[in-house]
C-alpha cells in the first residue's frame, strides 16, 4: 500500500513540477517585456 502512494506522490510531484516550468515559461518572457 505504501508503494502506490509513493508512486502517486512522486507522479504529482513530476506533475507540479512541469507546471511550474511550463508557468516559469510563460512569466519570464512577460518580465523581460516589462
Do not use: I
Not at 20 to 32: D, I, K, Q, S, T
Amino acid at each position: 500500500m505504501r508503494d502506490k502512494t509513493n508512486k502517486r506522490n512522486k507522479a504529482s510531484k513530476e506533475q507540479a513540477q512541469g507546471r511550474a516550468e511550463e508557468l516559469r515559461g510563460v512569466v519570464e518572457p512577460m518580465l523581460e517585456q516589462a
